[in-house]
């Protein structure tokens, strides 16, 4: 199983960017399926977007679509989530989740392996 810990949230204004980064150790991270995920106060948690093992597939919730970019570094165990023209509704705390398999699903149940999370919040 791998492990996971995220970092670069914080506090941005609306309109702002923020980059989260997603460190992974332990067995062999090329093989995995990444995802990030993210969960409101008082909703599910849902997900935003998942890249596969390579980098060449990457898949995004329609609420993200064309403002935030997934991407990973196989050398350095690395995803991230390029966060743009950030808005309030992107609040909430972000998880970092890992599976393998060659499909990519979306599901939150389909992720073995979950950071701590982070927040990010968006003034208004």
């Known amino acids: 199983q791998v492990q996971l810990v995220e970092s670069g949230g914080g506090l941005v204004q609306t309109g702002g960017s923020l980059r989260l980064s997603c460190a992974a150790s332990?067995?062999?991270?090329?093989?995995?399926?990444m995802g990030w995920f993210r969960q409101a106060p008082g909703k599910e948690r849902e997900f935003v977007a998942t890249?596969?093992?390579?980098?060449?597939?990457?898949i995004y919730a329609d609420s993200v679509k064309g403002r935030f970019t997934i991407s990973r570094d196989n050398g350095k165990r690395l995803v991230y989530l390029q966060m743009s023209g950030l808005k309030p509704e992107d609040t909430a705390i972000y998880y970092c989740?890992?599976?393998?398999?060659?499909?990519?699903?979306?599901?939150?149940?389909?992720?073995?392996?979950w950071g701590q999370g982070i927040q990010v919040t968006v003034s208004s």
């Open positions: 890249i596969n093992w390579s980098g060449e597939t990457t």
């Open positions: 332990g067995r062999i991270f090329s093989g995995y399926n």
């Open positions: 989740a890992a599976r393998m398999g060659l499909d990519m699903p979306t599901m939150t149940s389909a992720f073995r392996s």
